[in-house]
Each structure stands twice: as C-alpha cells, then as structure tokens.
C-alpha cells in the first residue's frame, strides 16, 4: 500500500544521508555527496565516495607548497 512506499522513500533518504555522512571529509563534503546519492541511487553515490580523495586541508596544501 501507500504507507510502504513511505517506508522505503524514507529508507532511500536514510541510507543517502549515510553515504553523506561518511562523505563529509572528502573532496564533495556532505552536501555533494548527498546530492550524488539522492539523484544517481546511494549505491552508486557510495562508489563515488570510495573514488573521491580526501578534502584538502590547511596544513596538507602548506605542506605540498
């Protein structure tokens, strides 16, 4: 009935907020990642994550120069 696909719309977001969360230090951050989650199947947004290096951070671009 209706209230199962409620169910699995909320599960869909649900595991798009989890790849999001687990992608917040790399290079999309948590928003990025939500978005390639939530528009390409959080299946395929876990494999961008994977791919992505990390965010660069201050001491990481001092170090590099």
Wanted: overall charge positive; glycine content about 10%; hydrophobic content about 55%.
């Amino acid at each position: 009935g209706l209230g199962d696909v409620y169910k699995r719309q909320i599960l869909y977001v649900l595991f798009c907020l989890l790849v999001a969360y687990l992608g917040k230090l790399k290079k999309f951050g948590f928003w990025g990642n939500f978005a390639v989650a939530l528009l390409l199947t959080p299946i395929i947004g876990l494999v961008v994550l994977l791919a992505q290096d990390d965010r660069p951070t201050a001491a990481k671009e001092e170090a590099a120069a």
